[in-house]
């Protein structure tokens, strides 16, 4: 078979659909009427997406307020908190390297459940693509754990409760997804690098965090098959939000042994933004760690090849030979490609800094995806695969 290849999640939401969230926000159109426009962009994005040739084709989550925050958010405009949850308190779980940041809100009262589903958005875009095979992307348990307080306990709602209500909602939230025809579901694992952060401006960054983390996880995977959790994918990052980062200083190989201890069939990995001269050493710790046989699954690390922050298209020959490197340290029948993390992973999209066009980044994605994908194949036929 040849190199697999993956895209991460979101994409740039067209200029359109974001001037449609703020009037919607403001009372300015109706929840009908900002339906249509995320249905237009949704079936472009899958439109697009299907033109490069990607396998397992997304809308880019057109319809979310954020990779982070739909769980819990309760209008379509990405407001409204649950009932349970204040937006006093919460914790700053990623403060980037420019100074700005993102913050939870706090979890006031239990029981924790789901406001909407990441299934819920599939079943809406899923008729658009037309018979095309597609994937879909949802939180990982161990974000949603940092809304429990972490120094001092709700009364009347333990933390054992609380992850014990965090698991079932998560399993629910992947479950559905493939019962509504997703062929690819991967799990947004951002906070796994930055857990081994020492911040002072940040209390639960540190290591410490790291071990819970995997074992939140691990206890939602060792409710699927290990036919399903082939299909199943943990997508770790340094952060890409305003063109920052939020952990790039933390090594790799301070992440990757813990990394593959989680129970999933394949990991989607940053690594085209990474230094060009520790990318070798990185593709070394992923052989050594990666898993031929994670509880009956062979886990495959999909390598990231193209830099979603840098407005440069990667050639179709850069990819290739980044693939090639990594072949010397992965075997061949575990590697893959994919982008360094999604197009657009917070909800505000921001105007583009280069040219004139309101979809400069949108376009600018598809390009990117195309090169990888071409790239993938010329490395698959170099590799004789």
Known sequence: MPIPTEVVGSLPRPDYLQQAYAEYDSGNISEEELIKLQDKAAADSLSRMQQTGEIYISDGEQRSSSFATYPILDTLGGTGLNENLSADGGQYFAIFDDGHHRQLPKLIRGPFKYKNYAWQNFQKSSPLAKGHSMKQAVIAPSMMYLLYPLYETLEGYSKEQFEKDLIDECEKDIRGCF??????????????????????????????????????????????????????????CPGGDCDSVHSSEVPYHTLLPSLFKINAGYFLIQLASENAATRASIHQEI????????????????????????????????????????????????LGATDDCGYSPFSIDRKPKHGSNPDFARDIAFQKISARIQGSKMASEKLRI
């Not at 965090?209 to 959790?229: C, Q, Y």
């Open 179 to 236: 019962e509504a025809g997703a062929k690819r579901v991967s799990i947004d694992f951002t906070e796994g690098r930055l857990a081994l952060k020492n911040d002072p401006r940040n209390p639960w960054t540190g290591a410490s965090l790291l071990d819970t983390f995997i074992e939140l996880n691990n206890s939602v995977l060792d409710r699927f098959s290990p036919a399903e959790r082939a299909k199943i994918g943990v997508h770790t």
């Open 287 to 334: 052989g050594k760690h990666l898993r031929r046989d994670a509880k009956g699954v062979k886990q495959v690390a999909f390598i990231g090849v193209i830099n979603p922050l840098d407005p440069v298209v990667e050639t179709p020959e850069q990819v290739c030979e980044s693939l090639l490197e990594a072949s010397k340290y992965i075997p061949v029948d575990q």
